[in-house]
Antibody, heavy 121, light 107 residues
Framework: EVQLLESGGGLAQPGGSLRLSCAVSGFTFSDYAMNWVRQAPGKGLEWVSSISGSGGSIYYGDSVKGRFTISRDNAKNTVYLQMSSLRAEDTAIYYCAKERRVVRGVFFDYWGQGSLVTVSS | DIQMTQSPSSLSASVGDRVTITCRAS??????LNWYRHQPGKAPKLLIY???SLQSGVPSRFSGSGSGTDFTLTISSLQPEDFATYYC?????????FGPGTKVDIK
């Protein structure tokens, strides 16, 4: 059974930092890219970042570029999101999601339950 | 970046109704379009990938159609668990984007 479990969320001050972790099981972790997707209160889903299975290809959404860093440890089956220079608008539930790639695109077939990040003074 | 729009933004329906949601891309994205259902307090669930392919384990009442810029998600007979928000998502470029969502609630 595929499982994704996020941790590390909580309260952070504006300008502060926080690191999210997502521990996975049930599939060969290093074979798949992983992503972070967030949902701000009352808003829709927003893609944040992706990292390839090897960690060699990384992409970010425009709203977090230069402030967030995605990484992974394939020995620990864990993907991370280091969030710095946090802003109030980063307040959201952060989901990690397993990526599956087919000929006609990329989609997220498994998701974690989410980790709440609140940025407030 | 490719922008996604959805219509309607919300709708009211009854159990057993046929529901259609539309998603439009700001440029042609071929079939690089996926659909998710998101129930409050739960993780989003993949329904349809590559515009028309039903994800394994998803009931056959869900179907997808379209290509290029215009896409449709159809629920043939709405069930209680289908009262939720539905999102389309494109993966044509390196910047993945979601539509703004369509909320389906009980009439």
């Amino acid at each position: 059974e595929v499982q994704l479990l996020e941790s590390g969320g909580g309260l952070a001050q504006p300008g502060g930092s926080l690191r999210l972790s997502c521990a996975v099981s049930g599939f060969t972790f290093s074979d798949y890219a992983m992503n972070w997707v967030r949902q701000a209160p009352g808003k829709g889903l927003e893609w944040v970042s992706s990292i390839s299975g090897s960690g060699g290809s990384i992409y970010y959404g425009d709203s977090v570029k230069g402030r967030f860093t995605i990484s992974r440890d394939n020995a620990k089956n864990t993907v991370y999101l280091q969030m710095s220079s946090l802003r109030a608008e980063d307040t959201a539930i952060y989901y990690c999601a397993k990526e599956r790639r087919v000929v006609r695109g990329v989609f997220f077939d498994y998701w974690g339950q989410g980790s709440l990040v609140t940025v407030s003074s | 970046d490719i922008q996604m729009t959805q219509s309607p933004s919300s709708l009211s329906a009854s159990v057993g109704d046929r529901v259609t949601i539309t998603c439009r891309a700001s440029q042609s994205i071929g079939s690089y379009l996926n659909w998710y259902r998101h129930q409050p307090g739960k993780a989003p669930k993949l329904l349809i990938y590559a515009a028309t392919s039903l994800q394994s384990g998803v009931p056959s009442r869900f179907s997808g159609s379209g290509s290029g810029t215009d896409f449709t998600l159809t629920i043939s007979s709405l069930q209680p668990e289908d009262f939720a928000t539905y999102y389309c998502q494109q993966s044509y470029g390196t910047q993945i984007t979601f539509g703004p969502g369509t909320k389906v609630d009980i009439k």
